[in-house]
């Protein structure tokens, strides 16, 4: 007996009985855990913090960017950079790119834990435990921004009318009670259609570059993924904000022309369709209204998603330290 289980064990060690060889596209060395080690509530202080930290770093520039997309007599005739810093600077001093900073900071950190938490929880559900399925990423990245714009539209919409020069209103409670009082509930979500319509395809643009460049990045330099992973996330995240940002310009402007509507002298409009606002637009300044503030769009939204995602990843690998996998996942595809 133990000289044929010796000649068995010859025999499958015999070159004609080897492994059979794993597909080319089988990288055992890319491991998808559940929800990346982390907590619902851990997800929620990541996406919260990253958001913030974003938003309130480029506060300025989207201060300029709303000044020059809110057709009308209160902003800026022209659409330069260069004119709309000098007309902030004019008109209120450096203080006046920072108004409406109040209502970012207290719809930022909410809105971006929605975001975040349906985002990974939408990819772990979608993906099918392939992490680099880009279609799941996309549809994750949509589902997460239906979610968050419901909790950020008010007070984005607050944030807007704040930033125009002269505006009525002496800060954001003041402009949550007059808008209640004269406009009703609805106006806080006057754009919250054309938010969603932006933001779908802005989302899905955003993720699935973050996704793709953050995969090659990883791929041209594999053994120095953990000194630099922070360069990593933000490379990929500065390709994905200006991409997605430029793609849906359009619709930026769209919804601050609604966000803004009646105040100091921009138009209103009755409907409040996305029709009658191009329309509107195209009438006075042609198509190149649509495109109006596309510049510090982009620089907005490139520095702002580096900052999002290097700090978004970053907290994730502290929780992941945390919970006591950070070396197992240090080296994961999320």
């Not at 973050?210 to 993924?225: H, I, N, Q, T």
């Not at 580096?306 to 950070?326: P, V």
Request: proline share 5%.
């Amino acid at each position: 007996m133990a000289t044929e289980a010796t000649e068995a064990t010859t025999k499958f060690q015999s070159p004609d009985f080897r492994p059979v060889p794993s597909p080319p596209d089988f990288h055992p060395e890319i491991v998808v855990s559940a929800h990346d080690g982390l907590r619902f509530w851990q997800f929620m202080i990541a996406g919260s913090i990253a958001g913030s930290v974003e938003h309130m770093g480029m506060f300025p520039v989207d201060t300029v960017k709303t000044h020059m997309q809110a057709l009308g007599s209160c902003p800026i005739k022209s659409v330069g950079v260069r004119q709309a810093l000098r007309s902030i600077l004019k008109s209120e001093g450096p203080a006046g790119f920072y108004r409406g900073i109040g209502a970012m900071g207290l719809g930022a950190g909410p809105a971006h834990a929605v975001y975040f938490t349906v985002y990974e929880n939408s990819k772990k559900f979608f993906s099918g435990g392939d992490p680099n399925n880009s279609i799941a990423h996309a549809v994750s990245g949509v589902c997460a921004t239906v979610a968050s714009d419901a909790v950020f539209t008010p007070m984005d919409m607050v944030k807007q009318r704040l930033q125009l020069s002269n505006n009525p209103y002496k800060g954001v409670l003041d402009c949550i009670k007059r808008v209640l009082r004269d406009e009703g509930f609805k106006a806080f979500y006057a754009s919250y259609r054309t938010t969603v319509l932006m933001n779908a395809p802005f989302t899905a643009v955003h993720f699935s570059t973050y996704e793709a460049a953050k995969r090659v990045l990883m791929e041209v330099s594999p053994e120095s993924v953990n000194d630099e992973q922070w360069i990593v996330h933000a490379t990929a995240g500065a390709a994905a904000g200006a991409s997605a940002a430029l793609v849906t310009t359009p619709l930026d402007v769209v919804k601050t022309q609604l966000q803004c509507q009646g105040v100091c002298g921009c138009d209103r409009f009755k409907s409040g369709s996305i029709g009658d606002v191009i329309r509107t637009i195209l009438q006075k300044d042609g198509y190149r209204g649509l495109m109006r503030g596309w510049v510090p769009r982009m620089l907005f939204h490139a520095p702002a998603a580096a900052i999002c995602w290097s700090t978004y990843e970053a907290l994730k690998s502290f929780f992941q330290d945390l919970n006591g996998g950070g070396s197992s996942s240090s080296n994961n595809v999320t």
